[in-house]
């Protein structure tokens, strides 16, 4: 009987708490694994959130466009660089992407 009365008990702070936390985790996994850009290289945080992008327009770093000859290096011609954007440093893409 003593499971039923924590039940009962529950918060509904508890809840309303821990829902963003789960939503959050279970986004950025469905971003890195079974989004259709899942298969397109860069840098992960930019797969899971486009403050990856924000944040270098905010700082006193290099603006995010001066960054990309630095990605295109390292990932290759084609990058992910936000949950729903790539880009490429060909000025022509085959219509496959």
């Given amino acids: 009987m003593e499971s ?3 039940v009962a008990n529950f918060r509904p702070v508890t809840m309303i708490v821990t829902f963003p936390f ?3 985790i279970v986004r950025a996994i469905y971003r890195l694994t079974l ?3 899942a298969k397109f290289p ?3 945080i930019a797969a899971i959130t486009s403050l990856y992008q924000a944040s270098f327009d ?3 770093s290099p603006c995010f466009v001066k960054i990309l000859p630095k990605l295109h290096d390292r990932y290759g011609p084609i990058i992910r660089t936000a949950p729903n954007g790539i880009v490429s440093n ?3 893409l085959k ?3």
């Fill in 4 to 6: 039923l009365n924590d």
């Fill in 22 to 24: 789960i939503f959050l």
């Fill in 35 to 37: 989004h259709p850009l």
């Fill in 42 to 44: 860069g840098p992960k």
């Fill in 58 to 60: 905010i700082s006193r």
């Fill in 90 to 92: 060909r000025c022509r």
């Fill in 95 to 97: 219509h496959g992407i």
